[in-house]
């Protein structure tokens, strides 16, 4: 069940809302909370049965290792039981993601006579994986109160965090869903969750899905050849990515703002951003949250010698690239990213500072020249897109406005293969100048204004009709 369904939009998220709080009317409280963990995980077995057995065994098997943690006759035994505890969730998630990678590359390298298991990846498996690991560290160093098994089921398995984050933490999610403050229906909340999930929904169906055509051929028939459709192409990824991201993060937080759950913010106009590393503190918030805190601070943060810096920083580049997926071309992704981000603190002991547009321009141009790194299957096609777009002799500007469309017949032969000009332009506008979804439902529900309501229902009316076909969030790859 994918948030952009018609499903999830007309029947489980009402029909959840309506039981949550009719339990809570009547005090029920640790049943709404039961009926909550049960909801998300049949939310969750919807993608595959199987992967809800395997989600369950992780949280009872994190569960006891935080009960031993907290085993004051086991105080001397604390840290090899961290250790092993991290160990165990780093191996099942390096089993589910790459165990069919390596037994295939054995395969075709060594020759050898092994078959593959076959194993599918668990939806969403990296991002509760890091959560768990994240709380064990919290209760080695004493910052989380023993909890229940259902507060920590519920932590893992919150529905609209569980597939692609935000990242939470357990002391920003319990103790919200145990005040009985928020057992009761905030209609302020409602509008507010309405807009967002209304705006989230635009961004995918709308936007991000609409560059899904011409990406995928694109792709497919390798039409790098010409510079202006390379860079096209890099410009729709990069688009795609943005508006697809934060889509889901918009219908996310709206999902969880419902159940009077505010989740910590994960997505803030990054193209606003005036360098990588400001750019990386607005792109997926709560991921590099992780990766700072539990990664980078550990090894020593940024504010050391300038050898140990450059050091820090890769490895925590080489973490981000292997968390996506053991290949050259995330790995490059990520260290690329960390080496701009070692730039930026070098630049920034010099006191220097570019015009605040230049600087925002030139940041921009890194990420269309970075992103669609991870937009081919290897590094060869990655660096024939590279080779084609700084091809700059040959930029050409003869395409045709056909309609108030860009006809790329000129470029291969498909007619009726057309890009919306008006797409480029909203993208362009939503990215750079326009405020983002959390400031505009400030606003909306600020002014309470009806006409602004109309207004939301004819696009959520657009929006559920649209849906024709369920194209999955892009950071679902990544599982």
Not at 139 to 144: F, H, L, R, V
Not at 321 to 347: E, H, M, Q, R, S
Not at 370 to 388: C, E, R
Not at 405 to 428: H, M
């Amino acid at each position: 069940m994918l948030f952009n369904s018609v499903e999830y939009i007309l029947c489980f998220l009402p029909l959840t809302f309506i039981t949550y709080f009719t339990l809570n009317k009547y005090k029920l409280y640790n049943t709404s909370l039961l009926f909550l963990l049960i909801s998300s995980l049949y939310f969750y077995s919807t993608y595959n049965i199987k992967f809800t057995y395997i989600i369950i065994l992780s949280t009872l098997l994190n569960y006891s290792i935080n009960l031993l943690l907290n085993n004051k006759n086991l105080s001397k035994l604390k840290k090899p039981i961290l250790i092993i505890g991290i160990t165990l969730n780093i191996l099942i998630l390096l089993f589910f993601k790459y165990f069919n990678i390596l037994i295939q590359s054995l395969k075709t390298n060594l020759h050898l006579p092994i078959n593959s298991l076959e194993i599918i990846i668990p939806l969403g498996i990296s991002f509760f994986t890091i959560q768990q690991i994240s709380f064990l560290i919290d209760s080695y160093n004493n910052k989380i109160s023993k909890p229940n098994l259902i507060n920590y089921s519920l932590f893992i398995s919150f529905f609209p965090q569980l597939l692609a984050g935000p990242i939470v933490r357990y002391k920003e999610i319990i103790p919200q869903l145990n005040n009985t403050k928020n057992k009761i229906i905030n209609q302020q909340n409602i509008f507010k969750a309405l807009f967002l999930i209304t705006i989230g929904l635009l961004k995918k169906v709308l936007i991000a899905d609409n560059f899904q055509d011409f990406i995928t051929y694109t792709t497919t028939n390798s039409l790098y050849y010409d510079t202006t459709l390379s860079w096209l192409f890099a410009f729709s990824k990069v688009a795609q990515g943005y508006f697809d991201f934060s889509g889901y993060c918009d219908i996310a937080t709206g999902s969880a703002l419902l159940f009077n759950i505010k989740l910590p913010q994960n997505f803030n106009s990054p193209f606003k951003a005036t360098n990588i590393t400001n750019y990386w503190k607005r792109w997926h918030m709560t991921l590099i949250r992780f990766l700072k805190d539990y990664i980078l601070t550990p090894l020593g943060g940024i504010k050391t010698t300038t050898t140990k810096t450059f050091t820090n920083l890769m490895i925590v580049g080489f973490c981000y690239g292997c968390w996506k997926a053991i290949n050259p071309v995330y790995i490059l992704y990520g260290l690329l990213n960390a080496l701009f981000i070692f730039f930026d603190t070098l630049i920034a002991k010099t006191r220097f500072k570019l015009n605040k547009y230049l600087a925002n321009f030139l940041t921009f141009i890194v990420i269309l020249l970075t992103t669609p790194l991870i937009a081919q299957k290897n590094l060869s096609d990655s660096f024939s897109l590279y080779k084609t777009m700084l091809n700059l002799g040959n930029f050409n500007l003869s395409f045709k406005i056909t309609n108030f469309s860009f006809d790329f017949s000129s470029y291969f032969n498909c007619a009726d293969f057309k890009l919306n000009i008006f797409l480029f332009l909203a993208c362009i506008y939503l990215m750079f100048f326009s405020k983002n979804s959390f400031e505009l439902s400030k606003i909306y529900v600020k002014k309470n204004n009806i006409f602004y309501t109309v207004i939301l229902a004819i696009i959520m009316t657009i929006c559920t009709l649209s849906i024709t076909r369920y194209q999955e969030f892009i950071y679902f790859n990544f599982n």
